[in-house]
Nanobody, 127 residues
């Protein structure tokens, strides 16, 4: 199984970036796919996840209305469109796959328990 992220880089605050994650070795239609990020010195946090079971999507509060997750199962790829980025979005972004999108007891998108992870792609937002 491989998940390979691409599309990271340097972007100015207020700009946009589109990340891609190509999945191989899995029947993608059977998996929920998510994006996560980890900033220096911080724990990994959930960004967005799209469920395979009902097509539902969950976003972390900091990215609501700015980021959009989508998937193309024919291309075995999940995307993250990032708009109106801020310096607080600077992090390594990872994609992950599992049967469900992890949700904490508080109803937030969890960042643990996923079976498969990519190697990450760096996103740096300059002010």
């Amino acid at each position: 199984v491989q998940l390979v992220e691409s599309g990271g880089g340097l972007v100015q605050a207020g700009g946009s970036l589109r990340l891609s994650c190509e999945v191989s070795g899995l029947v993608v239609e059977d998996y929920s796919l998510g994006w996560f990020r980890q900033a220096p010195g911080e724990e990994r946090e959930g960004v967005a996840c799209t469920s395979q079971s009902d097509g539902s999507i969950i976003y972390a509060d900091p990215v609501v209305s700015r980021f959009t997750i989508s998937r193309d199962d024919a291309k075995k790829t999940v995307y993250l469109q990032m708009n109106s980025v801020t310096v607080e979005d600077t992090a390594v972004y990872y994609c992950a796959a599992d049967f469900v999108c992890a949700v904490t007891p508080g109803g937030l998108l969890g960042a643990t328990g996923y079976d498969y992870w990519g190697q990450g792609t760096q996103v740096t937002v300059s002010s």
